[in-house]
């Protein structure tokens, strides 16, 4: 007499995953194939290779789910996939799949907000309840505030008006020389820097809007690393220590910024929880200075684990949440590239 279980598949932007969670939220199996070598030299996701890869990767994703899981198809209780937000393609590469499992086997469809998604990894390795909260979502795609009243009801109160923060890491690696994706790299060699070295700016940290913009530190980065346009003296050479002391400080500006508004976000809203989710969640000095955060100002701080903070299959498992709602999706939902909530 074994829990329920169900598979979770994800393929909104770059990573093909698949996950068997069971209803105790037990992560049975979670795999994930990463395309990052096909996009790597050009330094972004280039969606139609995105959609391409998942197509080849997706049965081989779902069977190994599975395998490891040590369940079988018919043991499924149902099939959830991520709907929203990401690349088209992408998008329907995954909920195809889904579909075509849920129709076969007669097991409810659950469409899934992969954001939503990336928060919810944070109860999923805590003890207590963590809702209500603010929540932080922050990754290549995306740098999201959220009003998070319960497990599944979840209102985005902030945004970005231009770059998400990952981007912003990945771009400014690019202009250092250092591999895609880049924020891994610069948070490597920032160790060996200077935070004070530089001066980067930290766009609408005082303004009382919820919003970030990362297009400006970029800029910054541009013309201090590789020299302004029509600048009559060539830039430094980008010595060892100079791209230390330049990822260091442009971590730090970053680092300051979303420390800020998760701040500004709970005072707004009275929580005295967030959750912190999404790629750049996986920054150590963002870890840190979450730590000071929750010590200086008595806020509860769950950052989703490791694992959880990529994109992933497993955090999926909150579709055991909408299951329980009977929040249960027709067979010809589609899929919303767009953020929309
Ligand atoms: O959530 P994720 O895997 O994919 C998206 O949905 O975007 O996030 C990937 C992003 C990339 O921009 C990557 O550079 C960034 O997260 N990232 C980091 C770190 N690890 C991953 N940024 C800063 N520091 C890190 N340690
Ligand atoms: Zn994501």
Known sequence: NQPEVLLAIESSCDET???????????????????????Q?????????ASRAHLSNILPVIDEALRKSERKLEDLSAIAVMTQPGLVGSLLVGLTAAKTLALVLNKPLVAVNHIHAHLYACQMIAEEEIFPAVGLVVSGGHTNLYDCRSTTEYELVGSTIDDAAGEAFDKAAAMLGLPYPGGPHIARVAQQGNPKAFRFPRTFIKDERLAFSFSGIKT?????????????????????????????SYQEAIVDVLIAKCHQAAKKFGRKSLCVGGGVAAN??????????QEREGIQVTIAPMSLCTDNAAMGAIAWELLKQGDIADLDVDVTPGLVR
């Open 284 to 293: 150590q000095r963002f870890r840190e200075r979450l730590d000071e955060l």
């Open 220 to 248: 910054s980065m541009r013309y201090t690393a590789l020299g302004q346009p029509g600048a009559r003296e060539e830039p430094l050479p980008l010595t060892e220590q100079r791209i230390a002391d330049l990822s260091a």
């Open 17 to 39: 995953a698949a996950a068997v969670i069971d209803c105790d939220l037990n992560v049975l199996s979670s795999v994930i194939a990463t395309q990052d070598e096909l996009h």
């Open 41 to 49: 030299r050009f330094g972004g996701v280039v969606p139609e290779i």
